[in-house]
């Protein structure tokens, strides 16, 4: 966490509702504008680090069944990590959050349940 390392991006596909695929995990709803989603769908896709052709490519199996780990831009240490990087996603999105000030998932969820009320 302390020394930058190389940026990857977990993408899990779900066939279900997320409260129903991760049933012990806390899932809070936000609603986001056409423009927001098209928004975040951008940041998203300029996260991904791409090859000579353009496309990205699958850096190792994920943490489930259903996911995979890309190779991504930046690097990854102690203040741009996976709660920075959803922060500054849903700033992109137009949704009121301070991203600089996210480092903890602790940070991160009381934001997005901030902003859910």
Not at 22 to 50: M, Y
Request: include cysteine; glycine fraction near 6%.
């Amino acid at each position: 966490a302390l020394r930058p390392t190389p940026s990857v991006i977990h993408v899990t596909g779900l066939s279900s509702h997320p409260r129903d695929a991760f049933p012990k995990d806390e899932v809070v709803a936000l609603t986001l504008s056409d423009d927001g989603f098209r928004k975040l769908l951008a940041f998203i896709n300029a996260t991904f680090q791409r090859d000579a052709s353009g496309r990205v490519t699958v850096y190792a199996p994920g943490l489930h069944t259903f996911s995979k780990f890309y190779r991504a831009t930046g690097e990854f240490h102690l203040l741009n990590n996976c709660n920075s990087w959803t922060a500054r996603g849903l700033a992109a999105a137009g949704l009121p959050i301070e991203p600089d000030r996210i480092f903890r998932a602790q940070g991160l969820m009381a934001a997005v349940r901030e902003i859910a009320k």
